[in-house]
């Protein structure tokens, strides 16, 4: 196998226009396992971000969208390729439980000593070295906890607390019409809870309180959007899973 090709940093991004003022940026040269959706809502008052990416390269100086307006910068978890350039945005969210990450993102804490590798690419980043690989700190100007709301102005986005995945994962809801931006505890890919600080109970307990809840579209932390019948596929396949492992909070359901 050949050499990856390498990227330089105005090729590194992609945006791509979805429906409701919803608009995916993304890196496509990270294979899609490692590649984080960033999230775009544009609001009447001001903008969403949900989540930064890896980092590597500037979001604010290589896509114009998130310098437009004013923005807030909403945290899913702190996982180093969720959090990679939070540091840019003034305004920034995330839940209480993982704000000592978000202001020191060591990389023992962000994962990124397992996962942020040459491995991950399928193009190289210009000037990419994993031994160097560090995010910067981003202390957050606002705590998050369940039931707080993001206002976009005409737009808003209920937090839901998803600890599993992460003990600080949230989502974003807005009922109005059933968007969820559901970060990393369910996405139409291989749900993860086994790195630093997942906890399975945790994880199980969250899916069962979310699997009601009325969606229209999904915009997940990675892998393609999806609607309500794959929503609830996807939480039954997991907790099926669980079940069949001996979860206890599932052997009387």
Same mark, same amino acid.
């Given at each position: 196998?050949?050499?990856?090709?390498?990227?330089?940093?105005?090729?590194?991004?992609?945006?791509?226009?979805?429906?409701?003022?919803?608009?995916?940026?993304h890196?496509?040269?990270i294979?899609?396992?490692f590649r984080?959706?960033?999230?775009?809502?544009?609001?009447r008052?001001?903008?969403?971000?949900?989540?930064?990416?890896?980092?590597?390269?500037?979001?604010?100086r290589?896509?114009?969208l998130?310098t437009?307006r004013?923005?807030?910068?909403?945290?899913?978890?702190t996982h180093?390729?969720?959090?990679?350039?939070?540091?840019?945005?003034?305004?920034?969210?995330?839940?209480?439980?993982e704000?000592?990450i !978000?202001? @020191?993102?060591?990389?023992?804490?962000? +994962?990124? $000593?397992?996962?942020? *590798?040459?491995a991950?690419?399928?193009g190289?980043?210009?000037?990419?070295?994993?031994?160097?690989?560090?995010i910067l700190?981003?202390?957050?100007?606002?705590?998050?906890?369940?039931?707080?709301v993001?206002?976009?102005?005409?737009?808003?986005?209920?937090?839901?607390?998803?600890?599993?995945?992460?003990?600080?994962?949230?989502?974003l809801?807005?009922?109005?019409?059933?968007?969820?931006?559901?970060?990393?505890?369910?996405?139409?890919?291989? !749900?993860? @809870?086994?790195?630093?600080?997942?906890a +399975?109970? $945790?994880?199980v307990? *969250?899916?069962?309180?979310?699997?009601?809840?009325?969606?229209?579209?999904?915009?997940?932390g990675?892998?393609?959007?999806?609607?309500k019948?794959?929503?609830r596929?996807l939480?039954?396949e997991?907790?099926?899973?669980k079940?069949?492992?001996?979860?206890?909070?599932?052997q009387?359901?």
């Open positions: 196998m050949g050499a990856l090709p390498v990227i330089d940093a105005p090729n590194w991004y992609e945006t791509i226009r979805m429906a409701d003022g919803v608009t995916l940026i890196e496509p040269w294979k899609p396992f984080c959706n960033i999230w775009h809502v544009r609001g008052d001001h903008d969403l971000l949900f989540d930064t990416g890896l980092g590597h390269f500037s979001l604010r290589h896509v114009p998130v437009e004013k923005l807030t910068c909403v945290a899913s978890h180093f390729d969720h959090i990679g350039c939070h540091h840019e945005f003034p305004d920034r969210c995330v839940h209480a439980a704000a000592e !978000l202001a @020191d993102p060591r990389n023992e804490w962000t +994962v990124a $000593d397992h996962y942020a *590798t040459d991950m690419f399928d190289m980043p210009q000037d990419w070295d994993t031994a160097r690989y560090r700190p981003a202390p957050a100007d606002r705590l998050l906890e369940q039931g707080d993001i206002d976009l102005g005409d737009r808003a986005f209920e937090v839901i607390h998803t600890p599993g995945h992460s003990p600080g994962g949230i989502a809801y807005e009922k109005k019409t059933g968007t969820l931006l559901s970060g990393d505890i369910i996405y139409d890919g291989p !749900l993860i @809870d086994d790195v630093y600080h997942s +399975v109970d $945790d994880y307990e *969250t899916l069962l309180r979310m699997r009601e809840l009325k969606v229209a579209v999904v915009h997940g990675h892998f393609p959007s999806f609607g019948v794959r929503y596929q939480i039954d997991y907790l099926a899973q079940r069949q492992a001996g979860c206890h909070l599932l009387a359901r």
